[in-house]
Nanobody, 122 residues
Framework: VQLQASGGGLMQAGGSLRLSCAAS????????MGWFRQAPGKEREFVAT????????YYADSVKGRFTISRDNAKNTVYLQMNSLKPEDTAVYYC????????????????WGQGTQVTVSS
């Protein structure tokens, strides 16, 4: 699976952004999808994941209630709607594909996109 993330940018605190991740190469609907992020000097951390059907989701506590992950299997795309952004959300955001159900561990994800930068100013 090849993954291409987009939609990042510069936003003021309290604002919203929607990230997209377009997949190609293999059957998208066979994979659970996840979003991770990595801030400068920090390890990559889990943000959210969604099952192959879209029927189940799981979020990191730090984004629960503010971020929403969704997918459109007809468009081979997964989304991350980010609301009420905070400066601590600043990071490079990565999408990833996994054959494991709703995992929060990067090692469960076999395919990764290139990342998109999200910067939130205070």
């Amino acid at each position: 699976v090849q993954l291409q993330a987009s939609g990042g940018g510069l936003m003021q605190a309290g604002g919203s952004l929607r990230l997209s991740c377009a997949a190609s190469g293999r059957t998208f609907s066979n994979y659970a999808m996840g979003w991770f992020r990595q801030a400068p000097g920090k390890e990559r951390e889990f943000v959210a994941t969604i099952s192959w059907s879209g029927g189940s989701t799981y979020y990191a506590d730090s984004v629960k209630g503010r971020f929403t992950i969704s997918r459109d299997n007809a468009k081979n795309t997964v989304y991350l709607q980010m609301n009420s952004l905070k400066p601590e959300d600043t990071a490079v955001y990565y999408c990833a594909a996994s054959g494991t159900y709703l995992s929060e561990y990067p090692s469960s994800y076999a395919y990764w996109g290139q990342g998109t930068q999200v910067t939130v100013s205070s």
